[in-house]
C-alpha cells in the first residue's frame, strides 16, 4: 500500500507522525505522506514540524514518509501562492482539497488548484471536463478518495480522468487509526469507482513513481 493523503496531531488527525507511521507499517505500507490541512495561517507551523518528524523517523523504517502538506478552504486566488510558499518551506508533496461534495468547499477551488501546480486535487467531485483536460496537461494527479463522504464522486472523477488522460492515484485521507486500509480494500474502492482491476493497479505504480522522484 502506498499512501499519498494522512493526517495528524498536525491538523485534525488522531495521530502523533510517529504512531500514524508504526500503524501504517504494521498494515503493510510501503510508502506514506504525512499531508495535513494548512492556510497561510498555519502553513510553516505545519511544514517545519512534518519535515523534523520524517527526518527523526526515517532512519527506522524502510518505509518511505514524505513531509507534505494540504491546502485546504483556502481563497482560490490564495492557492498557488500557498503551494508556492510550502514547498519553499520544505513540503515534498502538496494536495489542495477539492470541490468535494461533503464540504463547502469554494467554487473554483480545483481550477486554482491545477492552474497553481499542485501534485494532487484531492477529492475533487463533479470535476469538468475542462479541469480534468488541465490537470492532464500540467500533471496535476486526480485523487480517488477512501474516505467516506469525500468518496462520493470517485465513479465521476474516474470517469473524467480516463476521458481526458489524467492521472489518478489513491488517497485513504487517513484521519483516525480505522482509516488506514490495506491494499485489497484500497484497490476493492477503486473497482467501485469503475476501474478495472489493472487501471486500479496503476494508481499505486504511480504513487510509487511519485515518492522515487522525491527521494
Do not use: W
Request: net charge negative; glycine share 10%.
Amino acid at each position: 500500500m502506498i499512501d499519498l493523503h494522512s493526517h495528524t496531531l498536525f491538523s485534525d488527525g488522531e495521530l502523533l507522525p510517529a504512531e500514524l507511521a508504526r500503524r501504517a507499517e504494521a498494515a503493510g505500507y510501503e510508502a506514506l505522506a504525512f499531508t495535513d490541512h494548512v492556510d497561510s495561517s498555519r502553513l510553516e507551523f505545519v511544514v517545519k514540524g512534518l519535515v523534523k518528524a520524517v527526518k527523526d523517523l526515517q532512519p527506522h523504517y524502510r518505509m518511505l514518509l514524505l513531509p507534505g502538506v494540504e491546502v485546504t478552504h483556502c481563497p482560490p486566488d490564495q492557492i498557488a501562492e500557498v503551494i508556492g510558499d510550502a514547498r519553499a518551506l520544505g513540503a515534498k508533496i502538496v494536495l489542495v482539497h477539492g470541490e468535494t461534495l461533503s464540504e463547502p468547499v469554494k467554487p473554483g477551488t480545483d481550477m486554482a488548484a491545477i492552474m497553481g501546480g499542485a501534485d494532487v486535487l484531492a477529492h475533487p467531485g463533479l470535476i469538468t471536463e475542462e479541469e480534468a483536460t488541465l490537470a492532464a496537461k500540467k500533471g496535476v494527479c486526480l485523487e480517488i478518495s477512501g474516505r467516506s463522504g469525500h468518496s462520493l464522486s470517485n465513479g465521476h472523477v474516474a470517469a473524467r480522468a480516463k476521458a481526458a488522460g489524467a492521472n489518478l492515484v489513491f488517497g485513504t485521507d487517513t484521519h483516525s487509526p480505522d482509516n488506514i486500509l490495506t491494499l485489497e480494500k484500497a484497490t476493492r474502492i477503486a473497482r467501485g469507482a469503475g476501474l478495472t482491476s489493472e487501471e486500479a493497479a496503476k494508481l499505486f505504480e504511480r504513487a510509487r513513481e511519485f515518492f522515487g522522484e522525491r527521494e
